[in-house]
């Protein structure tokens, strides 16, 4: 990692999360509305970070036509599509935004009578959703990059699986931050039966959001980099399959 990827994916994520743990306690009900309300700072920042992760993941589905193979861009137009579906449940598609009423048909079986539907049936899709970013953050950004990075060396091969899909070993540090806040608010609760942090859900996700942002930005930056450079990623995983006996041949 260069120093400059140091200080963005490492130094940056900890400080962040340093100041978090200084200020985590908001001393009037109008920081606390700043911070951690439906219009504040997490929960409007999350969202603008999936958005912007659809964004680069639809750009990068049309960037690549001839330079990745077609599973690989249906992955890119899934992520997109994904990212945007979760930008709109968090901001309740603009309900807290411009003061939409909800209507009486959500009324009735969503947990917080807002517009949206992660809320519905005592926020069963939220827990659903929760529970699979606990087991796809940690294992999806972390757990099999190392791996790869284990088993075929320092840098993943181009044309691979993992080429077009993981993140390096770059969002560690953001999934281990993210991964940590509601630890330890559970492990506070065990002793003292009340947690440290005011809303650790809605914080683990603005961490979630950032790392989703990243991995977005550096699979758009390795695979349309191939492309600048005039190397098709399609072409060298048809050459690494072949083989150099076929090639000789």
Known sequence: MSRKGFIGFVVLPLLSFAAYLATHRPMTDTVWDVIYSEQGFFELATAGCFAAAGFV?????????GRAPTVYRLFFVVFS????????EEISYGQHIFGWQTPQSLLA???????NIHNISDNLLSQALRGTGNLVFPIGLLVVPLLVRWRRGRAMHPGSWAY???????????VLIAQ??????KGFKAINDHGLFIRP???QEFYWSLAVVAHAAILSRRV????????SSVS?????RTGPASRAA
């Open 224 to 231: 349309m980099s191939a492309r600048e450079s005039g190397i």
């Open 164 to 174: 077009f899909t993981l993140p390096g070993a770059e969002l560690a540090t953001l």
């Open 57 to 65: 993941m639809f750009a990068l589905w049309v960037g690549s036509a």
């Open 236 to 240: 060298q995983d048809a050459a690494h």
């Open 81 to 88: 599509l994904g990212a945007w579906f979760v930008a709109l």
């Open 109 to 115: 079986v969503n947990a917080k009578a807002e517009l």
């Open 201 to 203: 859900g809605e914080v």
């Open 180 to 185: 940590s806040i509601t630890a330890i608010d």
